[in-house]
């Protein structure tokens, strides 16, 4: 991407990808949705190096019935971490 190719700032590329992984953890564990096309177009990094997502036309809904049991294997202490 081209926030990679000109970052060289290891503390703004850990901001980022904390941020990406937020954003799917918020869609994932509290809108039971997820951005289902998520390739490097359909983000942008401003110049405050906030995350911007693009593009919300294809998202999916996790059901209960493969979300509930799916993430019972999981510790939920790991979830809230």
Wanted: hydrophobic content about 40%.
């Amino acid at each position: 991407s081209e926030f990679t190719a000109i970052n060289t700032n290891q503390e703004v590329g850990d901001k980022i990808g904390q941020a990406l992984w937020d954003f799917y953890m918020y869609q994932i564990h509290v809108l039971r949705k997820v951005h289902a096309d998520p390739h490097p177009g359909n983000f942008l990094v401003d110049d405050q190096n906030q995350l911007i997502a693009l593009d919300f036309g294809c998202m999916k809904q996790i059901p209960d019935d493969f979300y509930i049991p799916y993430f019972e294997l999981i510790n939920k202490n790991i979830i809230t971490d």
